[in-house]
Nanobody, 121 residues
Framework: QVQLVESGGGLVQAGGSLRLSCAAS????????MGWYRQAPGKQRELVAR???????NYADSVKGRFTISRDNAKNTVYLQMNSLKPEDTAVYYC???????????????WGQGTQVTVYP
């Protein structure tokens, strides 16, 4: 069984920073892409940032230049550094990863439980 556990959400004033972490655990053979999505009330879940490697990242236009995604392969962990936060960044942030377990040939997609980020004016 594989689990993704997020941490680092919270309440922050506009202009502030937060760092989200997501650690994958379980019978993991390899992890391909990892990413962060978010869902605001009444809106669809959207991609925030995704990382395959340090040289292969992509970001939503709304967060480019403010958010940075990174990963520590030794710890099976992905991070999202969020700077210059805005009230419109308020959402539940979900970790996502394509993970190959030892017991299976193909990778599977997993989601974390979500962590709330609230940015007040």
């Amino acid at each position: 069984q594989v689990q993704l556990v997020e941490s680092g959400g919270g309440l922050v004033q506009a202009g502030g920073s937060l760092r989200l972490s997501c650690a994958a655990s379980g019978s993991i053979r390899s992890i391909n892409a990892m990413g962060w999505y978010r869902q605001a009330p009444g809106k669809q879940r959207e991609l925030v940032a995704r990382i395959l490697s340090a040289a292969s990242t992509n970001y939503a236009d709304s967060v480019k230049g403010r958010f940075t995604i990174s990963r520590d392969n030794a710890k099976n962990t992905v991070y999202l550094q969020m700077n210059s936060l805005k009230p419109e960044d308020t959402a539940v942030y979900y970790c996502n990863a394509d993970i190959r377990q030892w017991a299976y040939v193909s990778s599977m997609n997993y989601w974390g439980q979500g962590t709330q980020v609230t940015v007040y004016p």
